[in-house]
């Protein structure tokens, strides 16, 4: 604060000079006189504190409050976080900080109305009260009244600075760390779960939509025979194709190509005679006595003797290759993750494409009749159905078995005196890779 009066000149009042000047004298010396403001003493008694575990800060917090002190320190120091543990016996406030201060290497010193605390290996910033330097006025001049000069008298204004300087400087750290502990579910007892007809979890290929290709192996059971009175079911045959499957969700439908091999094992055993004559035997002799005479009687008997034997035995095993045009469609009945079960049913054309073996066509024939001298049916027309399964193995693999019913609808010979339509079943094998 700064009170600077200023001599001016008085042109409405020149004869009051001498009590301007009076006055201007007793101002400044009052100004002069006046005791200077002090902040609050540090030296009187304070009152009876007790810290116990307290942050530094909180404790001059404390003080502050009590003794009405203004503290101005560096917040961020971390030795204004050290516990305090002190109990005051009335001494003064100063003695009081000095105990408290001096366990953390501080100390403090009165600055104005601030209390400032710093290490004590710092020198407290002492403000240093700016000169104010007055400006430069010139003398006052003569001022004319009434035609006469009159010449004022020169004073020296003093100029009295109060310069209270206030830093005070708060920071408020709060750091709150919130440790939330969850109990530990007690493990329970796994559950089944129900399988899912779909794997959503899991990427897999699509087994509803697209293409695929199967690839199998099938043994077959049939009752194929061309020897009379042997007409029975054997495990001899066998199949082999390829099958291109069209996916539409629950049905397949599937264009194949296969080779299906029926073989007959038999064995025959006969023999066969021409020409002969017939040879008279004497079985038995008796005799009669007539007159003194001796008549011998005769008993014959008469086979026929031929004049060619021929014996036959036979050992064989009589083969058919078609190549077989399928053409099918299936139905799944059960769907899930891994398995599907379905009905099948088609048609195919089978082409004859090999024949190797001997036909007999009755007890009566003299000899085996060679396939090659027999009227074969180059081209038959069959019918299929069955039931079958699949399971996946591989993302894009599944293993398929399948069991089969076939029946031909032509004859196998058409100059066979038996029939010879073929009966078959059989059990695919084989794998289906999806697209």
Known sequence: MRDTIKQEPNHFFPGNKVLLHTLCFMGIMLLLLAPPLRAQSGTQSGAPLSFQDEKLSAVLQKISETNTLNFSYDAN???????????SEGESVDEMLRNILSTAGLQHKQIGNQTVIFHAAQKAVVPVPETIIPENKPPPEAVEMNDNPVQLPEYILDTVFLHDTILRIDTLRVTDTIFIEKEKPQKQTPSKIKELPVDYFQMETNRDKGWAMGVFAAPVLDDFSLVKGQKSFSLRSFSLGVDVLRLLKRWNISFGIRLTQFNQRFTQQYSSSEGGVYATDTVDAYYTVIDFDTAWYYVT???WVPLEVREYDYQRTNTLGYLDLNVSASFDLYQSAKTRIYLKAGGQLDLLIYDNGLAILGDDQKKATDFDDMNFNKINYSVSAGFGL???????????TEFYYMRYFNEVVTDFPESTRINAMGLKLGLVFYF
């Open 301 to 303: 008997d008469s086979s």
């Open 77 to 87: 120091d971390p030795v204004f976080d050290q516990p305090v543990n002190y109990v």
């Open 390 to 400: 699949k399971y996946r193995i591989a993302d894009q693999v599944d293993f398929n």
